[in-house]
């Protein structure tokens, strides 16, 4: 039963098991994810006869769905792009203007130390 419920859900949520993995653009895929759980969302709201529970239940949707595809997004970036999220160099706020203030007096700051509070 419970491989059953895990390969249930992998059939429908994971992008590498379902039939949307063979859609090559990623927001597409999240455009499609969205109006199949606004369809479920409908459903089930009409099901039990309330638009209350349509509201709720489209919002739980969009969000969920929109914290998995940040998510999805940020471990693909970091896969194909790892340096997207590295900057060359110090970045505290003095050293990129590599001066540095004591008690109203600027102290130039030598270019070739990169700096840190932590040596």
């Not at 693909?76 to 110090?90: D, M, N, V």
Request: glycine share 6%; proline share 4%.
């Amino acid at each position: 039963m419970k491989q059953f419920v895990y390969d249930s859900w992998n059939g429908v949520m994971s992008l590498e098991h379902n039939p949307l993995k063979n859609i090559p653009s990623l927001q597409a895929r999240h455009l499609i994810l969205q109006c199949l759980a606004w369809t479920w969302c409908t459903t089930f709201s009409l099901s039990i006869g309330s638009i209350y529970v349509f509201g709720f239940t489209a919002i739980a949707h969009v969000l969920i769905l929109a914290a998995i595809v940040i998510t999805v997004s940020t471990f693909e970036t970091a896969k194909r792009k790892p340096h997207f999220f590295l900057k060359s160099g110090y970045h505290s706020y003095p050293r990129a203007r590599q001066n540095m203030y004591v008690n109203g007096e600027k102290i130039k700051l030598d270019r070739d130390d990169p700096g840190g509070e932590h040596e």
